[in-house]
Every structure is written in C-alpha cells, then in structure tokens.
C-alpha cells in the first residue's frame, strides 16, 4: 500500500491570531482501504480547531486526503494519522476529528480524537 505525506499540506497566516474561532470542515467522500481484506472504507471526517497561527488550505487537504485512497490502515491508526499530520502542519490550540465509517457487515464504526495545545484551556 501507498505511504502517506504531509509536505503536500499548506498553510496560510490565522486572519485573527488573537480571536478563539472554530472552523469546522467536513470531508463526506473520504476513502481508505481495509488492510485485513483490502476492500475499501468509505467515511464522513468532520474536522474541527481552533487555529493559532496557521489554518490549512482547503485543497491540500482534498489532496492530502486522496491519498488514503491506496492506504491499508484500520479507522484508528487513520484517524489518528490525519489528526498528528494537521497539527504537525499547523499548531492549533486544539483540534478534534470525527471519523464516521459507513456501515460494514452491520456494524458502525465511528473514532473521535482530540488534541490539545499545551498551555490551552479546555474547548468543547
């Protein structure tokens, strides 16, 4: 399977470093493969942050997410990848990722996880 880069991520200079805004961007055709069987995973990825100093540019991450399409990953090492990746890039105050999978086999699987700045007050 494919290896994943964060280089092709970009940023561009918070408008308003000093304000605690949300910005909450959803991603509903994100695809990854089942390492087990190499049948694809279709899910929904609701991203929400509050940035610092960096915001990432919308069509990086459409790129940047695209190449999850070749990846063999199960939800959770995924999810957590994307979540290291954006802040890596961007330093945010925190960030959360909601990774909705569709339904497989009857079963549901959704994976949510937070980061928090060092220093930060806790968000919702």
Not at 67 to 79: C, D
Not at 102 to 112: M, Q, Y
Request: a neutral charge.
């Amino acid at each position: 399977m494919s290896d994943i880069s964060r280089a092709i991520l970009e940023t561009f200079d918070n408008p308003y470093p000093r304000r605690d805004y949300e910005i909450v961007t959803v991603c509903p055709e994100f695809t990854s493969v089942c390492p087990k069987t190499g049948q694809p995973d279709f899910g929904t990825l609701t991203i929400t942050y509050v940035p610092d100093r960096l915001c990432f540019e919308l069509k990086s991450l459409k790129l940047y997410l695209q190449q999850y399409r070749n990846h063999g990953a199960f939800y959770e090492s995924v999810t957590n990848s994307i979540l290291d990746d954006l802040v890596a890039a961007t330093q945010p105050r925190w960030m959360t990722i909601v990774a909705d999978f569709t339904p497989r086999g009857g079963l549901r699987t959704s994976v949510k996880v937070r980061y928090d700045q060092p220093g930060c007050s806790e968000r919702s």
